[in-house]
C-alpha cells in the first residue's frame, strides 16, 4: 500500500472477476460476476467497464453472453451504455439497487453454504494474518492503520471500498502469492455479502475496530491475537448474515426483499464483539 489516498476500483479484485468461466458460460454467472465485482468495489461509480468482445475473451464466452449479461444490468439501473467515440458500458450509482440483489444472493444460498464460505474466509484470512505477523514492517502497517482512520466516518459505499482494500493490503502482507490470490478469490464471492452489513453504522465500527485490533496485532508479531481477532469478527458477521437470511426468507414470501431491507436500514443494532463457531 503506497499512500493512504482513496484508490479507485482495486486491480485485484478486477482480475478474480474476470477469470475464465468456461463451460459453465451463461449469461446468469457472466452478470454475477459483474455484480459481485460492483458490490465489492473493483468497480465504482463512472468506471468504464470492458468491452463486450474484451469481456468475452476475459470470461471464455460468446460476446452474444455477455451481451445478454449487460442488458440485464442495465435494466437493472446498474450500468448506463453509451454508443460512439468515448462510449461503453459504465457503473451507475446504484446502492439500492446493489444491495437488493446481494440480499437476494443471501436469500438464495443455503445455511450450510454460508457457514461453509465464512469457514473457508476465515482460514485464508487467518493464514494471511499470522505470515503478516512474521513479515509486515511497521511502515506497511502505518500505511494500513492511517488508511482506516481516515475511512471511519465515510458514508457507507466509500467505506466499503476503502476497507476491502485494506483488508486485500494486509493479506499482501503476508508475502504469499498463492495465500494472497486465493484471498482475493474469496474476496470477490464473500464481499458481497459483507457489505449488507454496511446498513447499521455499529456494524461497520465492529468490522472497522477489528481490522484495527489485527494491524495492532501484526505490529506486536502476536499471531495468536491476530487470529483471534480474524476469526472473531468473520464468525460473528456469519451469525449477523445468518439472521439477515432467516428474517428475509421469512418476512419475503414474495422474494422482494425490499421491505425488510428498510426495516434494517433504519435500526442501529449493539452486537457484541466475541465470537462463536458458526
Not at 479507485?8 to 482480475?15: A, D, E, H, K, Q
Not at 460512439?84 to 450509482?93: A, E
Not at 469457514?119 to 482506516?148: F, G, K, N, S, W
Not at 489485527?214 to 508479531?221: H, L, S
Request: glycine content about 8%.
Amino acid at each position: 500500500m503506497k499512500s493512504s489516498s482513496p484508490s479507485p476500483g482495486s486491480s485485484r479484485l478486477r482480475t478474480a472477476a474476470f477469470a475464465p468461466i468456461g463451460d459453465e458460460g451463461r449469461a446468469e454467472l457472466v452478470e454475477t460476476r459483474l455484480m459481485q465485482a460492483i458490490s465489492a468495489g473493483a468497480f465504482i461509480e463512472g468506471d468504464r467497464l470492458p468491452s463486450e468482445s474484451e469481456l468475452s475473451q476475459l470470461f471464455g464466452v460468446a460476446v452474444v453472453t455477455v451481451r445478454e449479461a449487460l442488458g440485464t444490468l442495465r435494466h437493472r439501473g446498474l450500468i448506463d451504455t453509451k454508443r460512439g467515440r468515448g462510449g461503453g458500458s459504465f457503473v451507475r450509482s446504484s446502492p439500492g439497487v446493489v444491495e437488493e440483489v446481494n440480499a437476494k444472493a443471501l436469500m438464495a444460498m443455503p445455511r450450510v453454504a454460508l457457514a461453509d464460505l465464512g469457514v473457508l474466509y476465515e482460514v485464508i484470512v487467518a493464514a494471511c494474518a499470522e505470515y503478516a505477523c512474521l513479515r509486515a514492517t511497521p511502515d506497511e502497517l502505518d500505511v494500513a492503520q492511517r488508511v482506516l482512520s481516515d475511512a471511519r466516518d465515510l458514508p457507507a459505499g466509500a467505506w466499503r471500498r476503502r476497507i476491502t482494500d485494506v483488508q486485500l493490503e494486509l493479506a499482501a502482507l503476508s508475502q504469499s502469492v498463492r495465500l494472497t490470490s486465493e484471498h482475493v478469490r474469496v474476496q470477490t464471492e464473500f464481499t458481497p455479502l459483507l457489505a449488507l452489513q454496511d446498513m447499521h453504522t455499529a456494524q461497520r465500527h465492529l468490522t472497522h475496530d477489528s481490522l484495527l485490533a489485527q494491524i495492532e496485532a501484526t505490529r506486536a508479531g502476536d499471531v495468536a491475537k491476530a487470529r483471534e481477532v480474524v476469526r472473531t469478527s468473520i464468525r460473528g458477521s456469519v451469525r449477523w448474515l445468518g439472521a439477515l437470511r432467516l428474517e428475509l426468507l421469512e418476512s419475503s414470501a414474495s422474494g422482494d426483499p425490499r421491505a425488510t431491507l428498510e426495516r434494517y436500514r433504519g435500526k442501529e443494532q449493539s452486537t457484541s464483539f466475541t465470537g462463536e463457531a458458526a
